[in-house]
């Protein structure tokens, strides 16, 4: 009998025992590493905003995750969770010992483990350093890990690594992310049971999603609840409140990217800004974009692109008809090389408000906008012409409109170029504002060649212009632009003279830190004076010229068609008081668009069309321009002209009749 005893006692001591020989066994074969929950810095989302403060996207490497820190994180938050998870969490060093015994008798009478009887230290560690194998020995270091944390971690930041950490559903990690997801509302704004919905996640995050199982979701919230009230940490009228309410939950993407050519653009630019983890960073980017007008702009953009599309689908059409039967056409117009692009830009402070680098990202994310070059064409006549006036020419000096022949040699051949008008004639003599407004070529050549072309080169140097063609071809606009470098030389014109360097992002936060600023850059052109003549003339351009598509009724508008070469490329180019705006169209692999496709016929409705959605998205925006200090008008033949200090008014000879008396 007593041997049975001592047998009993031994077997007892060594049941007791057991656990901690365990514990000493790992502990010495074992590195237990908690470095990445002590300097947690886990992999965090970057979030985009457009001027207004509207999140434009979300963008994240592997996990979608926003930081929460514990000041963040209400109180509230922290009892729905204790109640459901751990109720004795600031009590037990990092594992319950009542709960652990509970669960092996459990575990025993069922043979297998069946309970696991995690503190939410544990769970910490489960998640993050271990994988969810259910054995004893990932339970044993799971031990381990969370008493070994819980001697270097506060109670607080235990639990703001968790809040952090855990998995919510939907792709969402954190209850930040979470908040932001399946409520779109920060953590202050959330009700008692829209944090309940979030804390009773993590248990089974596909089970309880309540974009997937919308009442499962608030059953489980339910009984968050009620352990709450149970608990004493709610009164009544607040758990019945709770218990009623229906939240309603969003299935959003997680990327929420309702802007990708912009997210595209700052993702390439990421260098410029000093930043190598752009993705991960866990930044805050607050864009120059205004959301309202880019979406005007794609819609635009696409709208024009749908009635060139109509009318080449016609021109065909009838050119089928009109042919014989049997006849085919020469040569079909390609639709699908078809594409296009627009940059809007406030004029004075260079900040891109919309930026579309194609007709439908979905079928082609390539950003025509900032990375395609194409010659501007007549788009780029009014920089000659600015020099020009600068030089003292005004809108009223004459020009020679007349075709001559230019020889030159290439690789030893002495050929000719013979450069026409678009319509094919001449005029003779005209207005300096007439060549503009009806983008006479021939005008401008000879423009170019009585200012002199080293005379002009010299003066384009002011614009910054790069990579000018040493040659009369630069009266044409042979040079290569994007879009976007056009609008920003164009701002010249828009700005009253001086130049802007165009700006895609305002300013860069990670954490309470500002990481980058923008700084604004600019470059004087010439006077005000001097600018707002050639703006005189862009408005005719419009009124009566070449532009005539772009006029949109109830705001004053400047700006220029471009037409390349066999109607390769079709541009406008233009601005209202406030709002510069470029467009572009043309084939992918610069082949020609339809021969009746111009810039004026196909680029000049979007830009009209952008603006008339300016005008109803803000009604208040200035409509007409302000005339500077300096400027006179004089009637010319019944027509207004206008002149400044450098750009003086023709010389008139009139007969004096010596008769007449001077009256004072």
């Keep these: 009998m007593k041997m049975v005893k001592n047998i009993f006692f031994t077997l007892f001591f060594l049941g007791l025992l057991t656990p901690f020989l365990l514990l000493g066994y790992f502990l010495t074969v074992e590195d ?122 506060s109670k607080e930041e235990i639990l703001e690594r968790y809040l952090n950490e855990i998995y919510f559903g939907h792709g969402y990690y954190g209850i930040k992310t979470a908040a932001d997801g399946y ?13 309940a919905i979030l804390v009773g996640l993590p248990k089974a995050p596909s089970t309880y999603a309540p974009t997937k199982n919308y009442e499962i979701s608030m059953g489980r919230a339910n009984r968050v609840i009620a352990r709450m009230y149970a608990l004493g940490w709610i009164d009544e009228d607040t758990y019945n409140d709770a218990l009623l309410e229906n939240p309603q939950v969003f299935d959003d993407t997680l990327t929420q990217n309702s802007a990708p050519f912009i997210v595209d653009e700052v ?129 009223a000096t004459e020009l020679i ?29 005209l207005t300096l504002r007439e060549a503009l407004v009806h983008s006479r070529n021939l005008a401008t050549i000879n423009l170019v060649n009585e ?25 044409l606009g042979s040079i290569t632009l994007s879009p976007l470098e056009l609008a920003k030389y164009y701002t010249s014109f828009a700005n009253g003279g001086i130049q802007v360097e165009p700006n895609i992002v305002r300013y860069i936060e990670k954490g309470s830190t500002t990481v980058y600023e923008k700084t604004e850059r600019t470059r004087f052109i010439t006077e005000e004076t001097q600018a707002y003549i050639m703006t005189t003339i862009l408005q005719d351009v419009i009124k009566s010229g070449t532009g005539r598509r772009a ?25 209202s008081p406030t709002i510069e705006t470029v467009v572009w169209f043309g084939n992918d692999d610069n082949t020609p668009m339809h021969k009746r496709e111009t ?19 803000y009604p208040q925006i200035q409509r007409e321009f302000e005339k500077p200090t300096g400027i006179m008008e004089v009637n010319i033949k019944g027509k207004k002209e206008f002149f400044s200090d450098k750009s003086r008014p023709p010389r008139v000879e009139t007969e004096v009749n010596a008769e007449e008396t001077l009256l004072f």
């Design 32 to 153: 237990y590493d908690i470095s990445s929950l002590k300097e947690y810095k886990p992999s965090l989302t970057t979030r985009f905003y457009d001027k207004n403060g509207e999140k434009i996207a979300n963008i994240f490497e592997d996990k979608h995750r926003y930081y929460a820190s514990f000041s963040e994180i209400p109180p509230r938050v922290i009892e729905a969770l204790l109640a459901i998870e751990d109720t004795t969490f600031f009590e037990h060093p990092g594992i319950n010992i009542d709960a652990i015994f509970r669960a092996i008798i459990k575990d025993i009478k069922a043979g297998k483990l069946v309970e696991g009887a995690s503190t939410i230290t544990q769970q910490l560690v489960k998640n993050k350093l271990l994988t969810r194998d259910k054995k004893i020995s990932r339970k044993i270091k799971e031990v381990i890990y969370a008493l070994k944390l819980e001697m270097v971690l």
């Design 267 to 395: 993702l390439r630019r990421a260098s410029e800004f000093g930043i190598d983890d752009i993705k991960s960073g866990g930044y805050e980017i607050y864009t120059t974009i205004d959301m309202r007008l880019q979406e005007a702009a794609r819609e635009s953009l696409k709208k024009a692109y749908d009635m060139s599309v109509k009318r080449i689908e016609g021109y065909e059409a009838r050119e089928k008809r009109r042919l014989q039967a049997d006849q085919e056409l020469e040569q079909s117009t390609d639709i699908s090389l078809l594409n296009g692009a627009l940059v809007s830009l406030d004029s004075k402070t260079g900040d891109i408000l919309a930026l579309v680098g194609s007709v439908d990202y979905q079928k082609s994310p390539y950003n025509r906008a900032t990375q395609g070059r194409r010659q501007p064409g007549s788009a780029f006549k009014p920089f000659i012409y600015q020099v020009a006036i600068d030089l003292g020419y005004s809108g």
């Design 451 to 475: 200012i002199g072309l080293s005379a002009l080169l010299k003066e384009f140097r002011k614009f910054g212009i790069a990579n000018l063609p040493p040659d009369l071809s630069i009266a």
């Design 551 to 575: 006029n949109v009724k109830g705001i004053e508008l400047a700006g220029k068609t471009g037409t390349t070469n066999n109607n390769i490329d079709g541009w406008f180019s233009g601005y």
């Design 183 to 195: 409520f779109r509302k920060k953590l202050h704004d959330l009700t008692l049971k829209e944090m």
């Design 599 to 617: 810039g004026g016929k196909i680029a000049a409705p979007a830009f009209a069309m952008f603006y008339k959605s300016v005008l109803k998205l």
């Design 401 to 429: 409109d007349i075709a001559r022949t230019y020889t030159y040699e290439k690789d030893g051949e002495e050929l000719k170029w013979q450069p026409k008008n678009y319509e094919k004639n001449y005029k003779g003599i």
